[in-house]
């Protein structure tokens, strides 16, 4: 699965547990924790912008936080351009060209979802 919205949607709702909705124009997708951590009580109505974990390295590392400090980030140097990473305890790697579409392949495999192609 390539990096982009569509990922950072499945991310939001399989590794964070969020509703997730997409705009009219399928060009965004939005998250019902509307800025809240993910997982508490909705106080009020809304919704906030899902984070682009699969492109942005600092929501990325938000991902690496569900899981705790058993986490493995490579760089391979007998492939150019190639992240590897995994979580531990599923003892799972994905790889791909950055380091957050990695952790969000990752991520997804080690809540058990079978990553799309």
């Not at 950072?8 to 997409?22: H, I, N, Q, R, S």
């Not at 109505?45 to 980030?73: C, H, M, Q």
Request: net charge neutral.
């Amino acid at each position: 699965m390539k990096p982009g919205r569509e990922l950072d949607a499945l991310v939001a709702e399989k590794v964070f547990g969020c509703k997730t909705a997409w705009a009219m124009n399928r060009e965004n997708v939005f998250c019902g924790c509307a800025g809240r951590p993910h997982g508490a009580p909705v106080v009020s109505y809304g919704a906030a912008p899902v984070k682009n974990y699969s492109t942005d390295i600092a929501a990325a590392w938000e991902v690496v936080g569900r899981f705790g400090d058993e986490f493995i980030l490579e760089r391979w140097p007998e492939f150019r351009n190639t992240w590897r990473t995994s979580f531990q305890r599923d003892r799972e790697w994905a790889s791909a060209a950055t380091a957050p579409h990695a952790i969000c392949l990752a991520a997804l495999r080690a809540v058990g979802h079978e990553v799309p192609a």
